[in-house]
């Protein structure tokens, strides 16, 4: 089983669309997580970090369900500019190695 | 104001001929990483420094080494390139505890 497992995509979506991700983490010692967004050819950006109680930054929400070990990202009223490769990251406490997902990709269509 | 810098951008190299990447920072982060990133992939670590503490992932071949002569600068070092090894590298660093990663931008590795 892969550490982090995203789903497969590609989603493709209209604009104005809500579309949502799901990230499940195999090694319950995971104690941060991100999802970061990585645009064709150039390198991967933040766009959120995951906190157990949720957060949300716009149009983005993200979840964090330790007992299932999941993270989730919705993203609501998408836009053309949102097409690109979301990543999920995960990382261990006390230790520095972070572990990325295969990446989900979105295309959003006019 | 760039924090992450990699040089060069772009990078051709003949198979076998040794190539040195270059990563620098102006962040002063503890972690700096390497990555290979291959087309529709996501990244894959190769290793990572903690300041002077060398971490190599199991299955990072021995083709790759690193160097981190300091604080600001790390060098990937690739001593004899093979066809399987064109790939975007990327480079990362982080404060450490439970913060992000920044990334430079890349560097395109092409090896013919």
């Known amino acids: 089983r892969k550490e982090v497992e995203q789903d497969p995509g590609p989603f493709n979506v209209p604009e104005g669309a809500t579309v949502a991700f799901n990230c499940t983490y195999s090694n319950s010692a995971s104690q941060s997580f991100f999802w970061y967004r990585q645009d064709c050819r150039k390198e991967p950006k933040l766009l959120m970090s995951v906190y157990s109680s949720g957060n949300e930054d716009g149009r983005f929400t993200a979840q964090l369900n330790r007992a299932s070990q999941y993270i989730s990202l919705l993203i609501r009223d998408s836009k053309l500019s949102d097409s690109a490769t979301y990543l999920c990251?995960?990382?261990?406490?006390?230790?520095?190695?972070?572990?990325f997902g295969a990446g989900t990709r979105l295309t959003v269509k006019p | 104001d760039a924090m992450v810098i990699q040089n060069p951008r772009y990078q051709v190299t003949q198979f076998g001929k040794p190539v040195t990447l270059s990563c620098s920072q102006t962040?002063?982060?503890?972690?700096m990483y390497w990555y290979q990133q291959k087309s529709s992939q996501a990244p894959k670590l190769l290793f990572h420094y903690y300041d002077k503490d060398f971490n190599n992932e199991a299955d990072t071949p021995d083709n790759f080494q690193s160097r981190r002569p300091n604080t600001s600068f790390c060098f990937l070092d690739i001593r004899s390139p093979g066809l399987g090894d064109a790939a975007m590298y990327l480079c990362?660093?982080?404060?450490?505890?439970?913060?992000?990663?920044?990334f430079g931008p890349g560097t395109r590795l092409t090896v013919l």
């Open positions: 990251v995960v990382n261990i406490l006390n230790n520095n190695d972070m572990r």
């Open positions: 990362a660093t982080r404060e450490g505890g439970p913060y992000e990663q920044f």
């Open positions: 962040l002063n982060h503890n972690v």
